[in-house]
């Protein structure tokens, strides 16, 4: 159990990375972030929840880096755009770096440590 919030907790390295994802987000940055969303999630399928929330959220953040080639702790923009997250629509391709930073991240690390 969980001292914070009570709720039931893994031990570490019995849940994987992509059980975060289970729970779809509905409202979303940009038209690109629900691909890179997808994509974390196929690239996180098999590793293995780390101990701590700085190594989960280390982990996160190399995942998001390999996918979008963006460092969003040293990228200053606010978004970017990637060709190969364009699927159709006005800002197909581009990634909302704020919306990562502050809530996409953040919430999946949240769900990692639960």
Do not use: N
């Amino acid at each position: 159990m969980c001292p914070t919030c009570g709720l039931r907790t893994d031990a570490p390295g019995t849940g994987l990375l992509a059980d975060g994802f289970d729970v779809v987000h509905r409202q979303w940055g940009l038209r690109g972030d629900p691909h890179v969303w997808r994509a974390l999630r196929d690239r996180l399928t098999d590793t293995p929840t780390p101990e701590g929330a700085d190594v989960v959220r280390a982990a996160y953040f190399a995942a998001f880096d390999d996918i979008v080639a963006v460092d969003l702790d040293g990228e200053p923009e606010p978004r970017v755009y990637r060709e190969d997250l364009d699927h159709g629509g006005m800002s197909g391709g581009s990634v909302d770096l704020e919306w990562w930073r502050t809530k996409g991240l953040p919430l999946l690390v949240e769900r990692a440590c639960r």
